[in-house]
């Protein structure tokens, strides 16, 4: 009797408290909660923030639209009229290959740097402890961009292709650790529970159980990190010396002022670039989700 | 029957371990890598750093100029990042499975999307270099370029997840289309899009960084001034600058997302 009163009273009760009214005692239709006012101040900063930017920006008195109209202008010119005039067309595809390369290295020597680590980052093969150092140190090298991580290596190693890709690697390690670790903190804990109650010793559970389940994440990300990656060794040939189209890019802009060329060189590495996210999607779509 | 499983396992695993050892043999060789050096010199940069990269007390008289040039970094990556949103997300709209006009607007935008992300940020800001010169709009439009190609990809996707029954029950009732976006595509996927404006925010701060030693502007530039005059322990006050200011964002956006998501 009490249960089907209570049933019946509740929801009633319930509506009352729930229900706000205005001072003219209109009920509410829309009731803020904190994510709405967390929204809502987020945007608004944001845009009070890009206000502040654009006023604040030192122009340096340049004439926007001539500047605009020169690139527009500059780019028809890149695009529809592109031509390789310090080097051919072999010799340029040979630098493509070099930056590959660079992200090649990168990729596999980080991968593998990643792989020892990512597992020491694991909460549940190690203790809170080893996993909160290991994931602040990573987040420290991630918070530190690729250009500065190369430029120091520069340092020790002297500009060019060592220091590019030990530079890279340090980046690497710092977003497939995290990745890897994530993947691995997912297993289901049972299978690791299983193993230790059959008296498996860390090195057994970690190759008969974590690595055979998270390979395909593994390698996913290792993907989208050569993706990644490749950019990177564009960007590191331009502004660190390392080689490459990045570097012909730069000396296609910067010295021979030539933009043809620099058209020409923007059409390889959209190519690459395109195939590229193409096979990472495809990966990323069947691995990852 | 399982053993030639295990075989044939072994043989694959063989086969990848070759060719992958062939072509970082094959890479070290074309891309000059030494690979010997290349250990060496990781203990060896460590050492240099303890030695000489930390900022000393009269690094901290530039302390000012870093904050200024950090600043004018801050507001860049802001700024392009926001202005790329709102475009991003008219483009999204055209291009997204539930909310596309046509099909042809659909293919269009992202295609246009596709090919202003894969020109990467290094790229677009030696085509602007060329009208632009070393101004800060120079950034601002390389970042601006490449944070709208990659915003409306992600954008497209999530408002593909999102809204897709809202916006049938919506259909149903009779609304408009713009009914339709604004009462339902927009609420529902409002707070992962401002996850991810967040996110471009945070990588943005990175990439102006390169950004500026190529062109001249924000924190890069003064990196690389300090850098290339080996004054180093002002370059290490600039690392510590852009490092702080990179946890401060991501502190602030990881409540943000955690209070909205």
């Known amino acids: 009797m009490n249960i089907t009163e209570s049933v019946v009273s509740n929801p009633i009760q319930l509506d009352k408290s729930r229900l706000k009214r205005t001072k003219s005692g209109k009920i509410k239709v829309k009731v803020l909660r904190r994510s709405q006012v967390v929204t809502n101040i987020t945007l608004v900063s944001l845009v009070i923030l890009t206000i502040y930017g654009f006023l604040s920006f030192n122009y340096k008195n340049i004439n926007f639209l001539e500047a605009v109209n020169n690139t527009i202008t500059n780019v028809r ?26 992200a090649f290295l990168t990729t596999v020597i980080g991968g593998v740097i990643s792989l020892i680590l990512g597992l020491f980052a694991a909460k549940n093969l190690t203790n809170e402890k080893v996993s909160n150092v290991i994931k602040g140190f990573v987040a420290f090298i991630r918070a530190v961009p690729t250009i500065l991580w190369v430029l120091i ?40 529970e299983a193993l230790k109650a059959s008296g498996a010793s860390w090195w057994q559970i ?36 390392a080689g490459g189209i990045g570097f012909e890019l730069f000396m296609a802009s910067g010295f021979y002022f030539d933009v043809r060329e620099v058209g020409f060189i923007t059409y390889l590495i959209l190519a690459v670039a395109v195939l590229l996210e193409i096979l990472s999607t495809r990966i990323k779509n069947r691995y990852l989700y | 029957m399982e053993i030639d499983l295990f075989k044939k396992r072994r043989r694959q695993m063989t086969i990848v ?45 530039k302390l000012p100029s870093i904050l200024s040039k950090l600043n ?40 246009i999307a596709s ?60 609304a408009t289309y713009f009914q339709i976006v604004f009462q339902a595509v927009i609420p529902s996927s409002l707070p992962q899009l401002i996850s991810w404006l967040l996110y471009m925010i945070e990588t943005n701060i990175r990439s102006s960084t390169l950004v500026g030693i190529l062109t001249g502007t924000g924190v890069g530039f003064a990196f690389s001034l300090y850098y290339k005059s080996m004054n180093y322990n002002a370059a290490s006050l600039v690392v510590i600058a852009i490092v702080l200011t990179v946890f401060v964002i991501e502190i602030i956006s990881n409540y943000v997302r955690r209070v909205i998501l």
């Open chain 1, 77 to 102: 010119t890149m695009f529809l009229d592109s031509a390789l005039n310090h080097f051919t067309l072999s010799e340029s595809l040979y630098q493509i290959l070099i930056t590959m390369g660079l």
């Open chain 2, 115 to 174: 090919i202003f992300r894969n020109i990467p940020v290094v790229a677009w800001a030696m085509i602007l270099l060329f009208s632009f010169g070393q101004n800060a709009l120079t950034g601002y439009f390389a970042l601006f370029f490449v944070t709208f190609g990659f915003l409306t990809r992600v954008f497209i996707e999530t408002i593909d997840e999102a809204s897709y029954e809202s916006v049938e029950a919506l259909q149903a009732t009779g």
């Open chain 1, 153 to 192: 290596f520069a340092v020790a190693a002297g500009l060019g292709s060592v220091a590019a890709v030990i530079g890279m690697t340090f980046h690497t390690v710092g977003y497939l650790i995290k990745a890897f670790s994530e993947s691995i903190e997912e297993l289901d804990e049972g299978v690791i």
């Open chain 2, 72 to 111: 004018e970094t801050i507001f860049l990556s802001i700024s392009s990042t926001t202005t790329a949103g709102v475009l991003a997300l008219v483009f999204a709209l055209f291009g997204s499975r539930t909310t596309k006009i046509n099909n042809f607007l659909s293919s269009i935008s992202r295609f």
């Open chain 1, 206 to 241: 970690v190759f008969q159980a974590i690595l055979p389940s998270t390979a395909t994440y593994l390698l996913a990300w290792t993907f989208l990190r050569f993706e990644i990656n490749f950019t990177n060794a564009v960007a590191m040939g331009a502004a660190a010396g």
């Open chain 2, 17 to 61: 371990t070759v060719i992958i050892v062939a072509l970082i043999i094959f890479f070290a060789e074309i891309t000059k890598y030494d690979a010997i050096k290349g250990f060496t010199s990781i203990p060896a940069a460590i050492r240099w750093m303890f030695a000489n990269f930390y900022p000393n007390a009269k690094s901290l008289d």
